[in-house]
């Protein structure tokens, strides 16, 4: 029977340790589309957290409603399962709609649920006042709508937002029952750069 020798299987053990280390190196690389960046490249600072609050309102009446259907729900559901509303909501720093306008939730919710009131909201807040101007915080989440507080997540935003990530807090402020407008209070809670 054949010896092995001795440093055989150090030689062995530091060969696919070395075999590994230099597909960690190099493995990006095997990808023409994908390579590492440095953020400032893209003038990245530093991230930091900031708190937004606004009141996002849902007018459904008027000569200017800002929130329209766009598609009926087709069934008989008590949720109206099915329904689709295009909005362009006026964002103002106080309840009242005479309160200064600093952006617009522009995009759409639908009723997503056939059990409750469980709408899908997709929308971005799209800022138009100071630094923040032509801004936007994307939000894409479920909206429980009796609920006291609903959470969504922010996925994403652009310009200042980049990158953006965090949630945001809707509580009802108002509703009127016979027109079916609505203000909510957002609390954005939003890490960016």
Excluded: C
Aim: aromatic share 12%.
């Amino acid at each position: 029977m054949a010896r092995v020798p001795i440093f055989a299987p150090k030689f062995i053990i530091l060969s696919l340790i070395f075999s590994f280390a230099t597909i960690l190196v190099n493995g990006d690389q095997d990808h023409e589309f994908v390579r590492s960046m440095d953020r400032k490249l893209l003038g990245l600072k530093k991230e930091k957290l900031s708190h937004f609050k606004v009141y996002w309102h849902d007018i459904l009446t008027g000569p200017n409603p800002s929130s329209i259907q766009v598609v009926p729900p087709l069934n008989t559901s008590v949720t109206a399962f099915g329904f689709v509303r295009m909005i362009d909501n006026p964002l103002t720093l106080g309840p009242e709609m005479s309160s200064r306008l600093v952006g617009k939730a522009q995009g759409f919710y639908a009723q997503a649920s056939q059990q409750d009131i469980g709408l899908l909201m997709a929308m971005n807040f799209a800022f138009i006042e100071g630094k923040y101007n032509g801004s936007t915080i994307t939000v894409l989440g479920r909206n429980e709508v009796f609920s006291t507080v609903r959470e969504m997540p922010v996925i994403g935003g652009s310009g200042l937002f980049r990158f953006a990530r965090g949630y945001v807090q809707a509580r009802t402020h108002m509703v009127d029952l016979k027109t079916r407008d609505a203000t909510v209070e957002y609390n954005v809670y939003v890490f960016h750069y």
